[in-house]
């Protein structure tokens, strides 16, 4: 498995050893029609054609470019967000040309569904993105009087909006291994991403509130970089790569009641840091729930699998389950007591619903 390198960062050397606390906060398409068109033009990356590029914007779209160049466009994420109207019950579109943003971007509440699509060549595959959103904010950059939504204000993009479709963006946060450093925070609900690429360190990915489909794309990090507290969220063919000592998930289910619940379908989990440093998760919450199915584990999987949250809490109520994985990190006989194999698949209806197919920001031809 090759190791990713995000296009037009320079990713700083991630250190490995994972930093003590990780968690810690107080605060509790329109593309489918173009699907058969095909583009021909110039990007990034030179001529790209076919029915997956996406390098022109859609009529009526709001357009970011960075360079200034395209006539109407706004040069920064936050210019272009800021134009969105809040009020309106239309599907609004943001199209980003290829470039580095380096901000930080909130997505406010909204009446109606938005689009974000990224430049790209092949909009089936991250590899090929163009456009990058990226910044260094950590909590240690915050001051001290600020005790709530911490995690949040470390945010690069911050999405508080529901019924949003994300497609082709790279989404970083490149503090490196100095404490908790958010890259994207989604705190609504009904969420798509797809093609996208989520890099950090620690607390890479917060997936907090509401039904969120991640589908064919790449999260990197080392200490509980995909965390959160209430969303159901479902993982598909992604790329997870770890880059140090830690563990891969933090649930924070803190009841029987709370929906939060994590399943990864068909993952490959690699990574640069040694054999065994890396595991599956540990419970931020004492009902913690995840599952790992059908996924390619290589061996910067511990053999223990998963890890307690420290040495004084409970694993009693944690639901931490397995499914028919393969490749070195993928045996069981070494397991911590509290996790469990499955006899079968968790169906992605129990995350997204029954009728997930036909909801809006749900992409079928990512799964």
């Known amino acids: 498995m090759k190791l990713y390198v995000l296009p037009f960062l320079a990713l700083a050397s991630f250190a490995i050893r994972s ?15 173009e699907s058969a068109s095909t583009f021909e033009s110039e990007s990034a990356s030179g001529t790209c054609s ?46 980003v040309m290829p470039g580095v943003y380096e901000e930080q971007v909130l997505v406010p509440s909204l009446a109606g569904a938005l689009v974000l699509q990224g430049s790209t060549c092949d909009a089936r595959s991250y590899e090929d993105n163009e456009v990058t959103i990226t910044q260094a904010m950590a909590q240690k950059d915050l001051p001290r009087e600020i005790t709530k939504g911490r ?65 064919q794309s790449y999260i990197s990090g080392a200490v509980d970089f995909v965390f959160g507290s209430k969303a159901t969220a479902w993982f598909e063919s992604c790329d997870i790569e770890t880059v140090g000592k830690g563990c891969i998930t933090a649930n924070g289910r803190s009841t029987e009641e709370n929906p939060s619940y994590y399943v990864f379908n068909n993952a490959s989990v690699f990574g640069s ?9 540990r419970p931020w919450r004492p009902f913690a729930r995840v599952v790992w199915q059908n996924s390619e584990l290589s061996d910067v999987i511990n053999p223990l699998g998963w890890s307690a949250w420290d040495a004084a809490s409970s694993t009693n109520d944690v639901h931490f389950r397995e499914f028919n994985n393969r490749g070195e990190g993928a045996a069981t006989d070494e397991r911590v007591e509290f996790s469990l194999e499955l006899k079968k698949a968790v169906d992605i209806t129990a995350i997204l619903g029954e009728d997930y197919e036909s909801e809006w920001w749900v992409d079928a031809a990512y799964l």
Do not use: H
């Open 50 to 95: 076919g029915s997956n590029a996406r390098i022109e914007p859609p009529a009526g779209s709001i357009v970011v470019d960075a360079t200034g160049d395209y006539d109407g466009s706004y040069v920064t994420m936050k210019e272009g967000v800021g134009s969105l109207d809040v009020t309106t019950t239309d599907v609004q579109t943001i199209f």
């Open 273 to 281: 840091n040694p054999k065994g440093s890396s595991c599956l998760g």
């Open 19 to 33: 930093t003590a606390g990780a968690i810690d906060d107080t605060s509790d398409s329109d593309f489918e029609s």
């Open 151 to 215: 995690n949040d204000l470390t945010s690069t993009m911050r999405f508080k909006a529901s019924n949003v479709t994300v497609y082709n963006l790279n989404i970083a946060n490149t503090a490196g291994n100095v404490g908790q450093a958010v890259a994207a925070t989604v705190d609504g609900t009904d969420y798509g991403f797809y093609g996208c690429n989520f890099t950090g360190y620690q607390d890479t990915l917060y997936a907090n509130k509401g039904r969120q489909l991640y589908a």
